[in-house]
């Protein structure tokens, strides 16, 4: 049996796509004690209020029709933000050159938190590499928490 994010991907490619929109990422994740399940959208230009609007409608009676999910869940769609978590390889490798932050698991030199320059990314390791003031600095994926853009105004 498929996981709810993969049958949920699959059944709002259609919608996604009609709105000019691309999946970003979809989660199944529990929060404050209810389920929660998002669909993350870009779009170039931006997605709109309108675009989400219309993929909730159609992607809702989709799931309804379905019911890939016992008990409730909230469904929620929206953008995937300018500070997105970067998740798949191909996102690693759209991002290069620009600013993101690495959270780790466990300190590293006094802290858990790396803002910088993604320079590298190794698809085979899954290490990500940034620079901060001229020093590069490697992070192996299982010390990673998260990968995130950063917006640096």
Known sequence: MKKVTELTAELAADAI????????DVEYVKEAGGWYLRILLDKEGGVDI??????SR?????????????????????SAGAERALKRPSDFEKFIGHPVTVKLYQNRDGRKEFEGDLTAYDSETG????????????????A?????????F
Do not use: H, N
């Open 17 to 24: 796509a009609k709105a000019g929109c691309t999946l970003w």
């Open 50 to 55: 309108q675009d989400c609007e219309a993929i």
């Open 58 to 78: 159609t992607v809702s009676d989709l799931l309804d029709e379905a019911d890939p999910i016992d008990g409730s869940y909230t469904l929620e769609v929206g």
């Open 127 to 142: 290490t990500v590499t940034i620079t901060i003031g001229g020093t590069e600095y490697t992070f192996e994926k299982k």
């Open 144 to 152: 990673m928490a998260l990968v995130r853009l950063r917006v640096v």
